[in-house]
């Protein structure tokens, strides 16, 4: 195992995990993604309150203390610790299924995923449907959960020009990743279509919908039910 | 009812350029996206409290630029720390980084700052503002946090919890924080976390050039403008993203978290504003020269 330690300013440290074998599978990505939220459970636990964030990421963490630490050496020796006794994130028995309306009237960007792929909208939403994706990190705003296990036929890039303002709900690919925009925002995904189900709610002690190493597939509705599940709460 | 609201409170009879409730910030939900927030001088809040007897991290109103128009329905004292702001009372012109004391009918006015670019103002007993995730600071892209998560407008009223007065004895000295020659704004900068991935002759021409601040800078960040960097640099994965970082565009260009920024990013970071000098770059407008200064 090759994990790359560093100092991040004053009072943050950044761990890598530098294993160039594993980079470029799906499998590899979830396995990676899985082993830095054990580790951040991990090291919550284990450096208490000096720790003010502890933020995973596909192959690496990011740990904020609360001020500057005097003994890097013990801590980075304490971390690589915490790497080897972390082990893995336990898999959350239940998939989360989230409807998605993808009817063209709702603005999406359907078509250029249609040009840049070769398939039509049919073939786009039956593979969209028929993965299963995993939370690999959240970032970007308070609640956008980077997905991976995108299928590879669906795989665009980022749009040339971000969009001004992509509506909360948007259900949206770049590269091999999804995501579902939590607020309105600018944004360069493109968006194949938009779910009722809230991805944040500030009144509540689970602020997102969607939690690191959760897994997630997508389920189409027709608009109709889509609005019914917009105007009034789910029956 | 709305007699009792209004008496201890101020009401903004002319809004500013960006009025927000800010405090130390939101701490511990970064792994969920949720950025830090807080005031953009943390330094002037810790002044303000100081001056009107709080708790240093108690939440304040951070003013852009130009500063509302607020009456007062309480008793109470009030302090404006950060840049120079141009304080009136019914109309009398009243020293900054000095305690006010407001009685109610008072029409304080907080006119245009100059020499930095924010300031803090805070009230003796506090604003009453609920905390959203343990802070009271605005976070404007997620409308949470402070008065109805956005910032002020004529006709809010901004509650107070225990309005009182202090003795009104001291004054704060007002700190230059800029270079007295020549007015740059000199931050101690350290290498970023991506910076061994990148060309050591890219860090040198970093630390070796004067930047200037863009316009479409904010609390977000700031857009440098300066010769572009040349480099090939090889994209990165997305990682944390802490206030103070110079991020580079593939296009050369770099840009500067500051406190609402995104909790991670994509670009590299090319280096590392020290915490304290963070405060600094809170003061920065558009427009601004700008020198990082290595330390390590």
Known sequence: MNWRLSRYGERALSVVWADQSLEQTVWAEQHSAARMHALCTHLRAELGHRLEDAVPGVRHLTLVLRTAPQDWPALEQRVLAGLHTAGHASTPAATLRLPVCYDPALGNDLAAVCVHTGLTVEQIIARHCAAEYTVLMLGFLPGFAYLGGLPEALHTPRKATPALKVPAGSVAIAHGQCAVYPLDSPGGWHVLGHTSVPMLDWTRAQLTTLQPCMRVRFEAVDLERHRSWLDGPRA | ?296
């Open chain 2, 1 to 296: 009812m709305a007699g009792w609201a209004a008496r201890v409170s101020f009401e903004v009879l002319k809004a500013g350029v960006l009025d927000t409730i800010q405090d130390a910030g939101r701490t511990g939900h970064r792994h969920l996206g949720v950025p830090v927030s807080g005031c953009m001088d943390l330094n002037a809040m810790h002044q303000a409290n100081r001056l009107v007897g709080n708790p240093l991290d108690a939440a304040v109103l951070e003013i852009t630029l130009q500063g509302p128009t607020l009456r007062s329905h309480c008793s109470a004292s009030l302090a404006v720390c950060g840049a120079q702001c141009e304080v009136r009372v019914n109309g009398r012109l009243h020293a900054d980084h000095a305690t006010i004391d407001a009685v109610p009918g008072d029409e304080i006015q907080l006119g245009a700052l100059r020499r930095g670019a924010r300031a803090c103002v805070a009230v003796a007993g506090g604003f009453d503002i609920d905390p959203v995730l343990g802070s009271c600071s605005t976070l404007l892209l997620a409308a949470q946090g402070g008065l109805h998560g956005r910032a002020l407008m004529r006709g809010d009223l901004l509650p107070v919890l225990r309005p009182a007065c202090v003795p009104s004895s001291h004054t704060l000295p007002w700190h230059n924080l800029r270079d007295a020659a020549t007015q740059l704004l000199i931050v101690h900068t350290r290498p970023g976390p991506d910076s061994a991935v990148l060309p050591a002759s890219l860090l040198r021409q970093f630390f070796n050039q004067t930047f200037r601040i863009e316009a479409d800078s904010n609390r977000m960040g700031y857009r440098l403008q300066s010769i572009e960097l040349q480099h090939r640099a090889p994209q990165v994965d997305s990682a944390c993203l802490l206030p103070g970082t110079v991020q580079l565009t593939p296009s050369g260009q770099c840009i500067l978290a500051m406190r609402d920024a995104q909790t991670t990013g994509g670009y590299p970071r090319l280096a590392v504003v020290d915490d304290a000098d963070v405060n600094l770059l809170g003061q920065a407008r558009a427009g601004d020269s700008l020198r990082f200064f290595r330390v390590s």
